[in-house]
T-cell receptor, first 110, second 115 residues
């Protein structure tokens, strides 16, 4: 079967750096993606890693280690608007197949 | 222009009723999905259609029946609604290309409340 593990909650202060980890066990793996969801909103795409290493997009970076079945999302210079849920998702070799983790609720405090 | 739209946004109904949720995407994508997000915010895939063909059907009660009249539409019909069906249902679409990843675009969600 497949499973993804990520922390359920993380709290940090404005301006800080936070890392949200995701470990996965899956049969077949193409890559790891991250989505952000604000309360009452829809999930929106943040990043995708198919190869090992770090991908940077502005204040957000995502990392993947395929050998460790592990990835993380790094958020820098935290802002209040970053308070949201963050989901990692494994892309599997089946048309359209992505399995989502249970999500991490990030709370940014002043 | 809205990329992925769903109607209705809110749906309140009694147990035992039958209801439908509609989804349309104007992105030209060939894959569409239905997800269920429960009160704990767990996001679970229910169905996936590729070019109007059902390709993923997770363990979902057969009271749920998706229908894709064309590539741009994926509707969800639910029979004999139960209390446990209360959730937010998200439609999404993507353009799938094998190993290459194409982000999923989500609709605004339909909040279903079964009384």
């Amino acid at each position: 079967g497949q499973s993804l593990e990520q922390p359920s909650e993380v709290t940090a202060v404005e301006g800080a750096i936070v890392q949200i980890n995701c470990t996965y066990q899956t049969s077949g793996f193409y890559g790891l993606s991250w989505y952000q969801q604000h309360d009452g909103g829809a999930p929106t795409f943040l990043s995708y890693n198919a190869l090992d290493g770090l991908e940077e997009t502005g204040r957000f970076s995502s990392f993947l280690s395929r050998s460790d079945s592990y990835g993380y999302l790094l958020l820098q210079e935290l802002q209040m608007k970053d308070s949201a849920s963050y989901f990692c998702a494994v892309r599997r070799p089946h048309a359209g197949k992505s399995t989502f983790g249970d999500g991490t609720t990030l709370t940014v405090k002043p | 222009d809205t990329a992925v739209s769903q109607t209705p946004k809110y749906l309140v109904t009694q147990m035992g009723n039958d209801k439908s949720i509609k989804c349309e995407q104007n992105l030209g994508h060939d894959t569409m999905y239905w997800y269920k997000q429960d009160s704990k915010k767990f996001l679970k895939i229910m169905f996936s259609y590729n070019n109007k063909e059902l390709i993923i059907n997770e363990t979902v009660p057969n009271r749920f029946s998706p229908k894709s009249p064309d590539k741009a539409h994926l509707n969800l019909h639910i029979n004999s609604l139960e209390l446990g069906d209360s959730a937010v249902y998200f439609c999404a679409s993507s353009q799938d290309g094998g190993a290459a990843y194409n982000e999923q675009f989500f609709g605004p969600g339909t909040r279903l409340t079964v009384l």
